[in-house]
C-alpha cells in the first residue's frame, strides 16, 4: 500500500476492530503492520472463523486475500469509510432481506477500487448487507466458479451480476438498481409461492 493511502487512514474518527484470518503469512503481517502503524485507533484481532483465509474483516465487510496494490487503496479507503462519520448512502432504499455482494478484483485493475469503495459504503449503511470482496488471483477456483472473465465482477445474492468498468457513482447506481430488483423479485416470488 502506498504512504498517501496509510496517511489517509490517520484522518479516522473512531477505533476500528479489524478481524483477521491467516495473521501468520508473512504478507499479511506486513500488511497488518502497515495498519496498525497508520493509525492508534485500529485494533487487529485474530478470528479463524472469517472464511475463506486469507481474510481480513471490518464490520460487515470482508476482504478475502492480502491486499496489494491498488487493493490495498482501496482496503484503506474502507478504513476511512468505516472509521469516519460516512452517512452518503442516506439514499438507500429501506432494506428488508439480507444482500450479499461478492466482488471480484485483481491487485492492479483500476476500476476494482472505485466499485469495492462504492459497494463498501452501501454496507456501511445498512447492516443488511455483506460485502465479500475476493482477490480473483488468489481465489481462482472460486473466481471460475463465478465465470470471472472481467474484473471488477459484480455479484449480488447468486442472482445478479454486473460486468463494466465505470465511475464509483454508477457502481453505486447499479448496485442500488440490482437490490431494488432483488428486493422486488424476492418480495413477489414469496407473495405467489
Do not use: W
Not at 15 to 28: F, Y
Not at 31 to 50: G, M, N, T, V, Y
Not at 164 to 181: C, F, N, V
Amino acid at each position: 500500500m502506498n504512504g498517501r493511502a496509510f496517511s489517509e487512514i490517520k484522518s479516522i474518527k473512531r477505533e476500528i476492530g479489524i478481524g483477521v484470518n491467516s495473521a501468520d503469512a508473512p504478507e499479511m503481517e506486513s500488511f497488518l503492520e502497515k495498519l496498525r502503524s497508520a493509525s492508534p485507533l485500529i485494533k487487529i484481532e485474530e478470528d479463524a472463523e472469517i472464511t475463506p483465509a486469507p481474510a481480513l474483516r471490518i464490520e460487515n465487510i470482508y476482504y478475502h486475500g492480502v491486499p496489494k496494490h491498488k487493493e490495498a487503496e482501496a482496503f484503506a479507503e474502507i478504513v476511512k469509510i468505516v472509521g469516519s462519520a460516512y452517512e452518503g448512502a442516506e439514499e438507500l432504499p429501506a432494506i428488508e432481506r439480507e444482500v450479499e455482494i461478492k466482488i471480484f478484483t485483481t491487485p492492479t485493475c483500476r476500476y476494482c477500487p472505485k466499485a469495492v469503495v462504492a459497494a463498501a459504503k452501501l454496507a456501511k449503511a445498512s447492516d443488511k448487507i455483506s460485502l465479500h470482496i475476493y482477490d480473483a488471483t488468489e481465489f481462482s477456483e472460486l473466481a471460475d466458479a463465478y465465470e470471472v472473465s472481467s474484473v471488477p465482477k459484480i455479484v449480488i445474492n447468486d442472482v445478479v451480476f454486473i460486468e463494466i468498468q465505470t465511475t464509483e457513482r454508477k457502481y453505486m447506481e447499479l448496485i442500488q438498481k440490482a437490490m431494488e430488483h432483488i428486493e422486488e423479485h424476492q418480495y413477489y416470488s414469496s407473495e405467489h409461492a
